[in-house]
């Protein structure tokens, strides 16, 4: 995901939280500004000046590198996390599923006798 061009995220797990990797690799004389961002359920974002519900400030101008940003969550709780920037003029997003514990429920399996 680093190498692609252009906008990308993902997340990965870190203990109790997640860290959510939002990457700009992109050539141009501007940095990509946040026009929007937004996590679903609860979600909280941990970075400083970061509104309730948002990941990124609006304006926020993101350098040519991953960012990592911690999200606080309820364990059973998926999220989606957008991110949407406007870099000379053209808009990029990315979005992100967290899945919540419930999602990977174990069962126990079928086994024929």
Not at 13 to 27: C, G, R, S, Y
Not at 63 to 78: G, H, K, S, V
Request: aromatic residues 8%; hydrophobic residues 35%.
């Amino acid at each position: 995901m680093q190498k692609r061009e252009g906008l990308t995220c993902w997340a990965t797990p870190q203990n109790k939280e997640i860290m959510l990797n939002v990457n700009w690799t992109k050539t141009g004389s501007l940095q990509p500004q946040v026009s929007h961002s937004y996590l679903t359920r609860g979600a909280v974002s941990k970075f400083e000046g970061a509104d309730i519900r948002r990941i990124l400030p609006v304006g926020y101008k993101l350098n040519p590198e991953t960012l990592q940003i911690p999200i606080a969550r309820e364990t059973d709780r998926a999220v989606v996390a957008s991110i949407q920037v406007n870099h000379e003029g053209v808009e990029h997003s990315c979005n992100v599923f967290i899945p919540g514990e419930r999602d990977f429920a174990l069962t126990t399996p079928f086994v024929a006798r």
